[in-house]
């Protein structure tokens, strides 16, 4: 699987957009990226998932570039609940192959009043 | 639904000893997953089982096993603990595995080798 690149920590003013980037130049064809926060004493909590196409669910949008090499994931409205590690993931999965994602050590996100 | 349950939630043991950690999952979910979190190394995966049998196995050595039973329950059994193993180890369960699927986590059982 490719691996990803994000930086260590980020600072977001609570209402405003976060956006956090992630880099995985080394990405196939066939790998698709993944984002999860993990919130202080929880377990990891799935975000948003894409191929190459944008998506955006009720939590988040997901922007990946058109050569695939780099995405961001964008938060609209920080809140102090947002507050949390950020993991960004590829994987190469295919529905016989089940999960394997290693989550690194991920972007801490501070959400400030 | 009930959520993916782990036990213990905490564990203290000693150099040399060795440990089995439970996995309750989603009910319906056939894929169970585990992982090492560490300040060092963040959060790693260990393997996947589905259908009692490990589908996909992490760069760990091979003092860290598992199995899955019939009823999805799953046990992460690690030997010979050396003080590195003192980690959070976290379950996660989906229904088959698959790339639309959400993986749920469990609270994660804290281990502690002296």
């Known amino acids: 699987d490719a691996k990803t690149t994000q930086p260590p920590s980020m600072d977001c003013a609570e209402g405003r957009a976060a956006n956090l980037p992630c880099n995985h130049s080394t990405i196939s064809g066939n790998e698709y990226v993944y984002w999860y926060r993990q919130i202080h004493s929880q377990g990891p909590q799935y975000i948003i998932h894409g191929l190459k196409n944008n998506e955006t669910n009720e939590m988040a949008s997901l922007i990946i570039t058109e050569d695939r090499k780099s995405s961001t994931l964008i938060l609209p409205h920080a809140t102090l609940r947002d507050t949390a590690v950020y993991y960004c993931?590829?994987?190469?999965?295919?529905?016989?192959?089940?999960?394997?994602?290693?989550f690194g050590k991920g972007t801490s996100l501070l959400v400030t009043p | 639904k009930a959520g993916v349950t782990q036990t213990p939630r905490y564990l203290i043991k000693t150099r040399g000893q060795q440990v089995t950690l439970s996995c309750s999952p989603i009910?319906?979910?056939?894929?169970v997953s585990w992982y090492q979190q560490t300040p060092g190394q963040g959060l790693q995966f260990l393997f996947e089982?589905?259908?009692?049998?490990?589908?996909n196995k992490g760069n760990f050595p091979g003092r860290f096993s598992g199995r899955q039973f019939s009823n999805s329950r799953s046990e992460m059994n690690v030997s010979t603990l050396e003080l590195g193993d003192s980690a959070l180890y976290l379950c996660?369960?989906?229904?088959?595995?698959?790339?639309?699927?959400?993986?749920?986590f469990g609270p994660g059982t804290r281990l502690l080798v002296l």
């Open positions: 993931i590829v994987s190469r999965i295919n529905s016989n192959s089940g999960y394997a994602l290693n």
């Open positions: 996660a369960s989906s229904s088959s595995g698959g790339p639309w699927e959400t993986q749920y």
């Open positions: 009910s319906g979910h056939r894929s």
């Open positions: 089982y589905f259908s009692e049998t490990q589908r």
